[in-house]
């Protein structure tokens, strides 16, 4: 049913798709790649939150979250959240807060791992999506001997390197012309190879990183699965109040010549 | 008078005898005669008002909820989102209905620009609106500002140090506004103070003063001219009809078509693509971080943009202020004979159509980052808004003079 009338609202989605559009900034590199990740999909996100909890919050926290939050609306029994979720020494309704110390994060990485409560929001799921999947071999990265497309330079080491295995990047000298008028050669990336296998194949690591990344939208509102499906009889009650009201106008309105 | 005063008995009569609620009644709704042609165009003064509530209604809750300070301001606004029972309601509505006021005062404005509405007799009408408008870009500035996302932060840079481009008193203006050598502590207390006490009280009074005006006058309509001039044998315009029950009811249908739009935004797309809440202003504020393209929520980007449009900042910031500013003028800069657009010439039709395009225009280019084709563009359509405001007085007085109807234009349902 969400589901359903949320197609009937498609008149609003695209508006709201264009005001996107109308908002985004900058130009979108042929690599990048649309999370296509969805919300609702309750599975998708218990998923996600299993993939954060064992790979991500080691360093990252989602300070605004608790845990007693996430296992109620992801559906996650108390017996699970107290054995899988909860981490030994803290309570159920503890934040879900790193246990790296910030100065330690400080030496190790040079900046501590940002908190990830809203990332979803501030940058939107695909570029996690892309973050995620687009990590890469480069000997000149001496700290992590890997750099990432959507994040050059991230101070972040692959992570999900037993999961993805780590891909080499395949480049092109291409030459266009300058704002000077001659021509300039750039490296642009061109193509990802496998390098060493991970455990899971391709399209199984684009669902991983996907559920990941749906989690994290979750996390950024927490409220958004309540909020649509109130809002499905908010705005029935309102169309069928216009519909009353719009039939009373027109009773008084015959008067008028 | 003492006819309406005596009618029923008991409690009525007691009541009316101390506060005239039914003299109320009958001087403001039944006995208020406004033009029968009003077309969806008069929908948004009476919403306006419908917003105006609402924003004061949750921001009383969302003030409960609220703490100002640079360190506890934005956790504030996500504890309310997460954990304050319907809180994320209650913050959705109020932000969203930033948003939606400005989308109705603009539409309102349209609404004038198209019919005349700002001609005389309403000049002062017209100026006290836009005394309202002025106010309410302050309160949302200063509501932006406090979440105190990064966005919040560096909008409120860039704005608050347009002040410092005053000659003489500009930096130690600048200092007096952020109440510290930077925005901090002192900057989001006194505008937490300025945006929930100062600026609702003077916009309460500037409404109801729009609204005393109103009645004085009458309203506009679509056709520009005076129901007032051409009264019946009772002595009620021949083209008027009462305030109540008609456009009461008339009023509750744009009520229930706005509320459906409101309610489809807030429950399903609240940041709408982050245009109603921009998405970096999700971190928290970072004055050692500069978020990637600088630019205020949408409403106030037509007059970024002919800011960034100018290349000396001073000469931009004072081009800006003259944008704004001009709209005082313009029931003086209009020498038309008529006022409503239907009975104006090509050349105004076209003038006034630039004007809207222009205006939308800038809007977008406001939004974009300030480089390349969009820098020129900003030029272009910065020249187009001010020319406007030149050639007004010229073209008006031109072709505004043809012949009007007697009566309003109306077709029975």
């Known amino acids: ?257 | 008078m003492s006819a309406t005063m005596d009618k029923g008995g008991g409690f009525r009569a007691w009541l009316n005898k101390r506060l005239p609620v039914d003299q109320f009644v009958a001087d403001q709704l039944t006995g208020y005669y406004a033009p029968k042609n009003f077309n969806i165009w008069y929908f948004f003064g009476s919403l306006a008002l419908l917003v105006f509530v609402m924003q004061i209604v949750t921001g009383i809750f969302v003030t409960m909820h609220f703490k100002a300070g640079e360190a506890s301001a934005f956790n504030s606004v996500e504890y309310l989102r997460r954990e304050v029972p319907y809180g994320w309601l209650l913050q959705y509505m109020h932000a969203v209905g930033a948003s939606f006021f400005f989308i109705v005062v603009y539409l309102h404005m349209a609404r004038a620009f198209l019919y005349g509405s700002y001609k005389g007799p309403r000049e002062l009408l017209w100026v006290i609106g836009m005394l309202i408008y002025l106010a309410l870009m302050a309160e949302a500035f200063m509501g932006y500002v406090l979440p105190y996302g990064n966005m919040s932060y560096w909008g409120a840079q860039v704005i608050i140090n347009l002040f410092g481009t005053i000659p003489g008193i500009g930096p130690d203006l600048v200092e007096w506004i952020r109440g510290d050598y930077g925005i901090g502590d002192a900057t989001l207390t006194r505008f937490f103070s300025l945006h929930v006490v100062a600026l609702p009280f003077v916009i309460a009074l500037l409404i109801a003063l729009h609204l005393v005006a109103l009645r004085q006058t009458g309203s506009n309509n679509p056709d520009g001219i005076e129901i007032k001039e051409n009264l019946g044998a009772d002595g009620k315009p021949k083209d008027g009809i009462p305030f109540h029950p008609y456009y009461t009811l008339k009023d509750i249908v744009g009520v229930g078509l706005f509320l459906t739009a409101f309610a489809i935004v807030v429950f399903f797309v609240p940041t709408f693509g982050g245009l109603f809440m921009e998405g970096p202003n999700f971190e928290p504020a970072n004055p050692s971080s500069t978020p990637e393209h600088i630019a205020p929520v949408w409403y106030f980007t037509p007059y970024y943009a002919i800011l960034r449009a100018v290349p000396d900042q001073k000469m931009g910031a004072l081009l800006m202020a003259l944008s704004v500013v001009a709209f005082l003028f313009l029931p003086w800069l209009d020498r038309a004979k008529n006022k409503s657009i239907r009975y104006r010439g090509l050349a105004s039709k076209i003038l006034l159509g630039t004007f809207f395009v222009t205006f939308l225009m800038l809007m977008w280019l406001g939004l974009k980052p300030a480089d390349g084709i969009y820098v020129l563009l900003a030029r272009i359509f910065t020249v187009l808004y001010f020319a406007f405001y030149i050639l007004l007085p010229f073209v008006s007085k031109a072709d505004g003079n043809g012949p009007v109807p007697e009566r309003v234009t109306y077709h029975a349902h």
């Open chain 1, 1 to 257: 049913m969400p589901t359903k009338f949320a197609s009937l609202l498609g008149a609003l989605v695209l508006l709201a798709g264009a005001s996107g559009s109308f908002a985004n900034e900058g130009g979108h590199a042929g690599w990048q790649r649309e999370a296509d990740n969805e919300v609702a999909n309750l599975p998708s996100l218990q998923r996600g939150a299993r993939n954060f909890m064992s790979y991500c919050s080691g360093c990252h926290s989602i300070k605004y979250m608790r845990y007693s939050r996430l296992a109620e609306d992801l559906k996650i029994s108390d017996k699970l959240r107290d054995e899988m979720l909860v981490r030994p020494g803290e309570k159920f309704s503890d934040y879900i807060v790193s246990s790296m110390p910030a100065a330690d994060a400080q030496e190790w990485f040079g900046k501590p791992p940002p908190d990830l409560s809203l990332v979803a929001r501030s940058r939107g799921s695909d570029w996690i999506f892309n973050f995620l999947t687009t990590f890469y071999a480069d000997p000149a990265s001496r700290q992590t001997g890997v750099n990432n497309l959507q994040l050059p330079g991230t101070a972040m080491p692959h992570v999900l390197a037993s999961v993805q295995g780590v891909q080499s990047a395949v480049w092109d000298n291409v030459e266009h012309k300058g704002e000077d008028g001659k021509p300039v050669v750039t490296t642009e990336f061109k193509s990802f190879e496998p390098g060493v296998v991970g455990t899971l194949t391709p399209e199984q690591f684009d669902e991983f990183a996907r559920d990941t990344v749906n989690f994290l939208q979750y996390v950024s509102d927490p409220a958004q699965l309540e909020r649509q499906s109130l809002g499905i009889w908010v705005v029935l009650f309102l169309l069928m109040f216009t519909g009353i009201a719009y039939m009373l106008k027109t009773e008084y309105w015959k008067d008028v010549r």
